[in-house]
């Protein structure tokens, strides 16, 4: 097999990962029809690892059906064979076997009818426990795509231009264009290869970072409106009302809570959302030390150390509070 965990130097940990891929390839090759899905209101990562996995399947002559329970975000619909996720509540089988990618349970699929299926989970997270069927859980990986990249070098796949395409987005998006703790020199690696495998480096940061919609600028104009400072704690929401008034999608919420945590000396941050059903959707980031995948946790959520979310009891005020009520002593004591 070829060198698929580059960047664990310890042999015993490389050896585990490799005993995954092999134990996941061995249920592909069996198989012969695969359900493929990740988590509810996909980002880059979840899009674009899975098409890849889909891309792969095909490439093993097995059926891959691609499933979400969200639509997929317009900044992806560009990627290759973007049209080859159905979007849908509920799924129906029969298949040898559902593959979740970066999910911490069924639920975070917020797709039914998955109960019956073998699944294999293959998850990056700090927070990922090894509750499916077959576990692969790598936390150093950079994004869920890096561990389906490293499962088509074991199978012996040929990479695509199209496939390093939604792979390249992976990372890209994943490391926040190459920026959160997860980059390391292997990632860096990683997008080499994908950009010698046909990926374009130019034209997906154009769609990522270039395309963005009118109403997530002003939407972004109403969280900015109530940034709130408190020494190395920042935290800006939007209410549903502001979400409607902006003509706002779901999707124009990814990366509003980017802005607190830029700001000099703040060392934690939390984006509120209010939901229709008001209930709050939040958003977490932290520079650093400061773990928020652990207060995300805490909270029912999950995530990165320094990227996580959680969806807490409304209203806004008590759900604001409750989050500074973790995120206070996460930042306090020396600098
Ligand atoms: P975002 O703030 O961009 O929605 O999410 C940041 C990171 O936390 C992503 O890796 C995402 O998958 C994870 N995350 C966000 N919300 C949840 C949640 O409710 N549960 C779990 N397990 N992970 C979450
Ligand atoms: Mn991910």
């Known amino acids: 097999m070829g060198d698929t ?8 940990a490389a050896a585990l990962q490799e005993g995954s891929i092999e134990a996941i390839l061995k249920v592909l090759r069996q198989g012969e029809r695969f359900l493929v899905c990740s988590h509810s209101r996909p980002d880059g990562d979840a899009v674009g690892s899975t098409l890849a996995m889909g891309m792969l399947l095909e490439q093993m002559g097995k059926r891959a059906d691609l499933v979400a329970a969200d639509r997929i975000p317009a900044v992806y619909r560009g990627l290759p ?6 979007t849908a509540l509920r799924v129906h089988g029969p298949y040898d076997a559902a593959i979740l990618l970066e999910c911490d349970s069924l639920d975070r699929t917020r797709l039914r009818g998955l109960e019956p299926f073998f699944v294999i989970n293959i998850d990056h ?3 990922g426990q090894p509750w499916g069927n ?15 990249y490293r499962l088509a070098l074991a199978a012996g796949a040929t990479i695509t231009p199209e496939m390093a395409t939604c ?12 920026c959160y703790g997860s980059t390391r020199a292997s990632t860096f690696a990683l ?3 994908l950009v010698e495998a046909g990926a374009d480096p130019l034209r997906i940061a154009q769609e990522v970072y270039f395309s963005t919609a009118t109403s997530k600028l002003l939407l972004l104009g109403a969280a900015l409106s109530n ?27 990814e990366g509003i809570v980017n802005y607190a945590v830029s700001i000099a000396g703040v060392e934690a941050a939390a984006f509120l959302r209010e939901l229709p059903e008001s209930r709050i959707r939040l958003s977490l980031r932290s520079k650093g030390r400061v773990n928020v995948a652990a207060i995300a946790e805490r909270l029912g959520g999950g995530g990165h150390e320094n990227a996580a979310g959680c969806t807490l009891d409304g209203p806004l005020p008590r ?4 989050i500074l009520a973790h995120l206070r002593p996460s930042v306090s004591g020396p600098g």
Do not use: K
């Open 134 to 148: 077959l576990n692969w859980i790598d936390r150093e990986a950079a994004s869920a795509g890096e561990m389906v």
């Open 5 to 12: 965990t580059p960047h664990l130097a310890d042999p015993a």
């Open 191 to 193: 997008a080499r290869d």
């Open 125 to 127: 997270h700090a927070t």
């Open 319 to 322: 759900a604001m509070e409750e």
């Open 167 to 178: 792979l390249y987005t992976t990372v890209l998006t994943d490391t926040g264009g190459f």
């Open 81 to 86: 064979q973007a049209d080859s996720i159905r």
């Open 227 to 253: 940034l709130t400072r408190e020494g190395r704690l920042a935290w800006l929401w939007v209410t549903h009302q502001d979400m409607m008034r902006t003509c706002a999608a779901e999707e124009d919420c």
